[in-house]
């Protein structure tokens, strides 16, 4: 319908305008689709927490939320941008991206266990009943996988793979 509208107006292919519009469109379809993926990732996590909190006690439910709050506010130290500055590489080929990819897997992971380490060494000094270990420590090394989650979905994402990071950030959540 646009390309119709550029057209009545004297904007054909091979015109500026014209190859603006397309790179605008593909623009505002990538972003529509990640923004989907966001959308249903953070849906799909609220419901099923929706769906667990009835299933267990209130304080069994608080401990998990204030160990899920620490470690989430925490894991941002070994993050170091990293998925950030992902986006920001352009790789040439599909062997270059998996060979940055590779690369800041293995950064992040050296980080991660170091975070996860100095997690498990903070929770001597944590208050047992609100941080207990047994919740703590799973609860923990889940935030921990999910940043190496993230790093792969902006990996997928330099590759142009939205909709693929959109069915798996999606099934994550799950």
């Excluded at 909190?53 to 401990?63: L, N, T």
């Excluded at 992971?109 to 944590?126: D, K, N, Q, S, T």
Aim: hydrophobic share 50%.
């Amino acid at each position: 319908m646009i390309t119709r509208a550029l057209t009545a107006v004297g904007i054909k292919e091979g015109h500026p305008y014209y190859r603006y519009w397309h790179s605008l469109r593909h623009s505002a379809t990538n972003w529509l689709i990640i923004l989907t993926g966001l959308l249903l990732y953070n849906g799909l996590n609220t419901i099923a927490l929706i769906v667990i909190a009835p299933r267990v006690s209130k304080i069994e439910y608080g401990q998990y939320l204030a160990c899920f709050a620490l470690a989430s506010f925490l894991v941002v130290m070994p993050g170091l941008g990293l998925d950030a500055w992902v986006l920001t590489q352009s790789p040439s080929d599909k062997a270059s991206a998996t060979a940055l990819w590779m690369s800041t897997i293995r950064v992040r992971l050296v980080l991660l266990i170091g975070w996860l380490v100095g997690m498990m060494g903070l929770a001597i000094y944590l208050p047992a009943d609100t941080y207990p270990l047994a919740i703590l420590a799973p609860t923990t090394i889940g935030v921990a996988l999910d940043q190496l989650l993230l790093l792969s979905y902006s990996a997928m994402r330099i590759q142009g793979n939205h909709k693929l990071v959109t069915v798996v950030q999606s099934l994550s959540s799950l």
